[in-house]
């Protein structure tokens, strides 16, 4: 039977490889963006994610559509780099607003559904920031590491109602918040933009690459799958080895 999955940030980057590939394995997937691609996979919806309102319509719009709601995968983000004696303030509270109060809010608005269904999936797309820290990403590093504060309560109050909880925490993707950020980490660092992949992002990997969207894709996908039932409540690491050091 195919699922009803709620997808945040599905119009571009890793949200929309999750949307495609959910889609095409035949679930009911409401892609949810503050400009959703009509063209784009899944059921389009158009909600401000930073409000509490446009949290609460997104969950209200995939219970209308479908029926039901199996699965919330909380992907939203974008980022903003700066030294913290300059970091401006309201780029923080947008951070903390997208990046952790929107995966709270959707678990909480969608707690009864994802219960109802038997068996819940829970999935936010966190980072290795979520695990260690950059210079220059308070707001960030800030947010993922208290996602994944947040799964792990999520996972200890839905063990008994059948749902469970992840945060996937992926090293640099292959997306355009990464190729935003070039100019203002060569400002910040101090090196010219040509050498900010090699000398500042990958760095901190083993493998020197980025990760392709898909292979984000690929690690919900399976969460969400039958082969996913035993792991709740902890960060699933696909860092390149980032983390190893």
């Known amino acids: 039977m195919s699922r009803a999955v709620l997808v945040t940030g599905a119009a ?112 936010a797309i966190a980072s290795a920031h979520g695990l260690v820290a950059s210079p220059f990403k308070a707001g960030y590093v800030a947010a993922k590491h208290g996602v994944l504060g947040l799964v792990k309560t999520l996972a200890l109050e839905g063990a008994g109602r059948g749902i469970t909880a992840t945060a996937v925490c992926p090293a640099f993707v292959r997306t355009a918040i990464v190729e935003a950020q070039i100019e203002a980490q060569a400002r910040a660092h101090g090196v010219p933009e040509e050498r900010v992949l090699e000398d500042v992002l990958l760095a901190p990997q083993a493998v020197k690459r980025l990760i392709e969207p898909d292979e984000v894709a690929g690690v919900v996908e399976f969460l969400l799958g039958p082969g996913g039932r035993a792991f709740t409540g902890v960060p699933v690491t696909m860092d390149l080895g980032w983390t190893a050091r």
Do not use: C, M
């Open 12 to 123: 571009r980057g890793i949200g929309r490889a999750i949307a495609e590939r959910l889609t095409a394995a035949g679930d009911d997937v409401l892609a949810v963006d503050l400009e959703p691609d009509p063209g784009g996979p899944g059921a389009p919806f158009a909600a401000d994610l930073a409000s509490r309102a446009g949290n609460k319509a997104a969950i209200d719009a995939v219970l209308a559509r479908f029926g039901r709601l199996d699965a919330i995968v909380a992907n939203a983000g974008f980022q903003h780099v700066a030294p913290i004696g300059e970091f401006p303030e309201e780029r923080w509270d947008a951070l903390l607003a997208l990046l952790l109060t929107s995966p709270f809010l959707l678990a909480r608005y969608g707690w009864e559904a994802l219960s109802a269904s038997g068996e819940g999936r829970f999935v």
